[in-house]
C-alpha cells in the first residue's frame, strides 16, 4: 500500500460514520493494533467553520490520539486554511479531498471536481501552510487520476511545488467504481515526484499492501492465501476427503447406513438442513464475488514492455481470482455431490435390503415352485398312470373279448373235436369192424384157396 519512505503507516479511511465519539472509539482500538496514524472521515470545512455544534458532532478527540490527520472537503482556500488552524493543536496535519466522486460533493465543487482545478489546489496548500503555525504540521491532499495521466502529473508536481507533504492516490478516475486500480498511474506519479506517495483502491489484505508496494521494482509476488480462502480451500481438502472415505470399495451401503443412522447425528441432525442451507450461501456470495473478481482483472491489460511489474500485479490478481473461483465453485459443487452421495448411499442400503428379502422371496418361491413341479410331474405320472390303465381296461376288455371268442371258438372246436372224435370212433369202430370183416373174409378166402387146391 505504501511506496517509498511511507512504507510502515498504515493509511486507514475510517468509515464509523455516524457519531464522533464512535469514530475516535473506533480509531483507538486500530491503533491498539498497531496502526500508526488514522485519518478522520471528510468533513466539510465551510460547516465545520460555520458553528460550534457542527464541530462537536464532527470531530472529537482525547491525547492518545495521536498521530491524527483530519480530512477536509473544501473549494476555497482560505476556508480550509481557517479550519486547519482550529484542528491544528489537537492533530498533526489536514487532508485535503480531491477525490470524493460522489455525486453532491461534485455538484458543491468538492471532492474530485478539484483535480481539473489546479491552481485552487496548490493555492490551498499554500494557505494552509502559511497560516498553521506549527512547524511540522502535515498538509497532504488525496486525488483520483485523469484519463490523461498527464494532467494528474502536472497537478502533482503543482502542488508539490507549493509544498504538499504527500499525495494519496486512488488509482482510478472519477467515473469509474470497481473497475481495475491503474496501479501504472499511481507508479508514474511516484516516479515523476520525491515526495511521498500513497496508493489507495482495491487493497483489501496485506498481501495486496505487500505486492502494491513491490510494483516499485521488487521482484516476486505473494502468492499466500488470505484467511478466507485458506478456510474454504481446507474446507473443499475436508470434502475431498469425506468424498475419498464415502466411495471406498470395501465398506458397504448397510455399513454406511449403519453409520448414519448413529445416535450422534440424531443430536445435530436440526442443524443439519440450516447449515447445509447456510453453507450453500457462503460459498455461492464467495463463488459470485471470486468471478466479480476474475472478470475485473480479465479486461485490459497493460502492455508487459511497457509496464512489466504492473503487468505481472494485474496478473497475480488475476491468478489469485482464479484459483478463489475454482476453490469456490469446487467447494460448492462437492458440497452438493456430498449431500446427494450420502443419499444415495442410504438409499442403495435400502435397496440392498430389499434385494436380499426379495432374493429369500425368490428363493422360497423357487423353492415352492420346484415343488410344485415335483407335485405335477407326480401328477402327470398319475394321470399318465391313469390312463394308462385305461387302456389296459381296453385291451383287457378286448382280451377278455378275445378270451370269450377265442373260449367260443375253442367250444366249438371242442365240439368240432368231440364229433370228429365220435366220428373217428364211429370209422374206427367200422374199421374194425371192416378190418374184422376183411380178416374173416380173408380166412374164407384161405379156405377156399385151400380148397380149391385140395
Ligand atoms: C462508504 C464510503 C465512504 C468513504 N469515505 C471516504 C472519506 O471520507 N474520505 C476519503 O478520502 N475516502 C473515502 N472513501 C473512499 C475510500 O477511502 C477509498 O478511497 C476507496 O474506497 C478505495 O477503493 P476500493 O474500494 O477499491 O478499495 C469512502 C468510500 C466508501 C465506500
Known sequence: MFMDECVGVFHLWLLVS???PLRLSFRCLVRKYGCDMCFTPMIVAADFMRSVKARDSEFTTNSSDRPLIIQFAAKDAQTLADAACVVAPFSDGVDLNCGCPQRWAVAEGYGACLINKPQLVKDMVRHVK???????????????IHKDLR??????????????????????TPEERHQPVHYDAIKTIKDSLSIPVIANGDIKNLQDVESIHQLTGVDGM???MTLQWTAVALFLYV???????????FISPQRWQKIFNLSIWNSIG?????GFLAMIIILIVLFLDAVREVRKYSGTQPSKEAMPSMYDHLHMKLFRAQR?????????????????????INQLAVANNTSKALHAQTEAANQAARQYMEDIEQLKQALTDDAEGGNRGQK????????????????ISDEALKKSTSEVQVMKKQTESLTKEYDRLLQEHQKLQVTDFL
Not at 502529473?153 to 509544498?163: R, W
Not at 470434502?239 to 470399495?249: D, N
Not at 469456490?328 to 462437492?334: D, I, Q
Open 18 to 20: 455516524c457519531f464522533s
Open 130 to 144: 502559511n497560516q498553521v503555525e506549527k512547524p511540522n504540521y502535515a498538509v497532504s491532499i488525496k486525488i483520483r
Open 151 to 172: 494532467k494528474t502529473v502536472d497537478l502533482c508536481q503543482k502542488v508539490e511545488a507549493a509544498g504538499v507533504s504527500w499525495i494519496t492516490v486512488h488509482g482510478r
Open 222 to 224: 505473494p502468492t499466500e
Open 239 to 249: 470434502e475431498i476427503g469425506i468424498l475419498v472415505i464415502l466411495c471406498l470399495p
Open 270 to 274: 436440526h442443524f443439519w438442513n440450516k
Open 324 to 344: 478463489n473461483l475454482y476453490i469456490s465453485g469446487f467447494t460448492l459443487f462437492l458440497w452438493l455431490v456430498m449431500r446427494r452421495v450420502i443419499m444415495l
Open 396 to 411: 383287457n376288455e378286448l382280451l377278455r373279448k378275445e378270451v370269450q371268442k377265442l373260449t367260443e371258438e375253442l367250444k
